[in-house]
């Protein structure tokens, strides 16, 4: 591209057509169909320390148990030690199957 007095300027665009850069996220395509049912790995630890009562935090913990990493099991207990303290005394006898079942992996 010319400018006026005969100096060239750079082209906005790459070689393949586009404006450089790291796409600006562009080319990661449509959620998958599944997403709404597995969270990403970083969203499932983000609900994991979120939960604001043993209820939500046992949901997660049965909707999802399968895909924990330690992360998430560092996750939750630290979650789970937090909520705990302020809970009814009997909370673990509700969750007991939970507990177990955490308590195994």
Not at 9 to 28: I, L, M, V, Y
Not at 52 to 80: E, K, M, P, Q, Y
Request: aromatic share 6%.
């Amino acid at each position: 591209m010319y400018m006026a007095g005969g100096a060239v300027a750079a082209s906005k665009t790459d070689s393949r057509g586009g404006r450089g850069g790291r796409g600006r996220g562009k080319g990661r395509g449509p959620p998958s169909s599944n997403s709404t049912s597995s969270p990403s790995p970083a969203l499932l630890t983000a609900n994991i320390k979120n939960a604001r009562t043993l209820d939500s935090l046992f949901g997660t913990v049965t909707a999802h148990l399968g895909r924990f990493n330690h992360i998430h099991l560092s996750a939750c207990w630290n979650t789970l030690g937090r909520l705990a303290a302020g809970a009814d005394p009997l909370w673990f006898q509700r969750h007991a199957k939970e507990l177990e079942s955490l308590a195994q992996t």
